[in-house]
């Protein structure tokens, strides 16, 4: 599973680097999307398909169309919802979002979420089309009038890098916080390579010619709040990297890298314990809530998020085994090869998607009420750990996790901590229970929301779930008045 749109109110400020946030307008949120899209048709039009002519045509805030994953969609009327802003989505005006998509927004259900604007499927070339506009940048005119050489710099992101020592590379945010968990550093090739992806920031690339890859074994020193220093064991790694002479680029298309199957561990009827070892020279922390792609070259890349806490916060992160708990389904696109991965095979996996810093999120929150249907359970795992690691007086932790029969549980994927001061309580809700089954029983409803003793001016929601499940937890959620700036959904 991995993270929807998520619905967290911005107040109007800067971003790490400049960019503008959004604060959504009241009654502008994914909840009351769903309420205003379900069951109605809000297009401009329905054609039978649509050319590379036509859709160039629909470009400009009264009339904005986007070609996505082969379908075009009016989402004129959607835009004041989009959570990225208006600007944000408009660079894909008349174009092609596919790139965009998958960059920000690869988790999300866009085929249910707009089907209330689908035009019809699009016919013809995409290489007719126009490039989706640059980033929206605010603050700094480099990038917008590039300077001389026509390159990007790290300035231009509000970054910096310099050598402290022969050993080490630091990696410095000018403009925002920085930690081991907003970088990728790839040395499994004969370059240096960092990726910083400050939360809510775009990611950005750095590469460096010169490194000598025969002694490529490096550790990671956070400097909060602003700074990461990369240590190489061995100064001869950087021994002819020029610090100045480094190549900046946005990130803009996914890198995929070679897991290795360490272990595969069946836990139910359907569900496998996947893990995946890194080749050497890679560290990659998924922070929490974000999630990669799995690709197989039997199929397209799907989503997918880690359970090793270890690896979202960096706690002792040197290169670590990534631990993924999957649901098989018989008649997947994905799924049923995984189903037949046995140790020693390779997997190629993405480097992390997502934008929101959720850990401090969760930390600023009293109660947290997790709503999780199925394998929706997976990107909850990881914050019910961080709630137990973050644990402080006057904390309630409260998980409901819907599935069908007793033979989908998996108690141990969230059995009862010991931990002293941590308040969390879990109950397990199932819609089709045999006749021994003694607890709760049926789907998501208003009286099982309104029972635990929250207060609901100090909590946050995590729903996670199956497209079903997800659109009505929000409309009960809804009527039961939750403001949608502190519901947080994953698809």
């Known amino acids: 599973m991995s993270l929807s749109v998520p619905e967290v109110k911005l107040t109007t400020a800067k971003t790490e680097y400049g960019r503008n946030k959004v604060a959504l307008s009241p009654g502008k949120g994914l909840m009351d999307w769903i309420k205003i899209s379900t069951n109605r048709f809000i297009a401009s039009q329905k054609l039978p398909y649509v050319t590379p002519e ?47 998509f998958d960059q920000y927004h690869a988790w999300v259900n866009y085929s249910s979420m707009l089907k209330a604007c689908l035009v019809g499927p699009f016919r013809g070339s995409t290489s007719k089309l126009p490039r989706p506009k640059n980033p929206i940048f605010d603050t700094n005119p480099a990038l917008n009038v590039k300077n001389a050489s026509g390159s990007l710099t790290l300035d231009d992101f509000g970054l910096c890098a310099s050598k402290p020592d022969n050993k080490t590379v630091r990696i410095r945010s000018s403009v925002g916080n920085l930690g081991a968990q907003n970088v990728v550093v790839d040395v499994t090739a004969k370059v240096l390579r960092i990726v910083v992806r400050r939360f809510d920031s775009e990611a950005v690339c750095i590469t460096w010619d010169g490194f000598d890859w025969s002694n490529r074994n490096f550790s990671l020193k956070p400097i909060p709040p602003k700074s990461v220093d990369i240590v190489f064991a061995n100064e001869k790694a950087l021994e002819e990297v020029r610090i100045l002479s480094n190549k900046v680029t946005k990130y803009e298309e996914q890198v995929f890298h070679p897991y290795v199957v360490e272990k595969v561990e069946k836990l139910t009827h359907n569900t496998i314990l996947f893990d995946l070892k890194p080749p050497p020279g890679l560290h990659l922390a998924i922070p929490l809530g974000h999630y990669l792609l799995f ?3 039997s199929g397209l890349p799907k989503p997918f998020t880690p359970i090793t806490y270890q690896n979202a916060v960096c706690e002792g992160f040197s290169g670590d085994n990534l631990r993924f708990f999957i649901k098989i389904y018989p008649g997947g ?8 991965l046995n140790k020693g095979d390779t997997i190629e996996l993405s480097e992390p998607i997502g934008r929101k810093d959720i850990g401090s999120l969760i930390e600023k929150h009293d109660h947290v009420l997790i709503l999780a249907a199925g394998t929706g359970i997976t990107p909850m795992i990881n914050i019910i750990e961080h709630r137990r690691r973050t644990k402080k007086e006057g904390q309630k932790t409260i998980l ?32 089709d229970a045999s006749s021994n089954w003694k607890g709760q029983q049926g789907r998501i409803r208003a009286e099982i929301l309104e029972k635990p003793n929250l207060n609901w001016d100090k909590t946050l929601v995590f729903v996670c779930g199956p497209i079903g499940f997800n659109n009505a937890t929000l409309n009960i959620l809804a009527k039961l008045k939750i403001p949608s700036d502190r519901v947080i959904v994953f698809q």
């Open 400 to 431: 409901y996790w819907f599935n069908r029969k007793e033979e989908d549980i998996c108690e141990q994927l969230v059995e009862k901590d010991g931990s002293i001061n941590f308040n969390f309580d879990y109950l397990h809700i199932l819609s």
């Open 54 to 100: 036509e859709l160039m045509k629909h470009n400009t805030e009264d009339d904005c169309w986007i070609l996505l994953k082969g379908s075009v969609y009016d989402v004129t009327k959607y835009l004041e919802y989009h959570p990225g802003g208006i600007p944000e989505l408009m660079r894909a005006a008349g174009t092609e979002a596919d790139k965009l």
């Open 295 to 297: 690709r197989l070259p």
């Open 333 to 340: 696109e994905l799924t049923p090869a995984l189903a037949k």
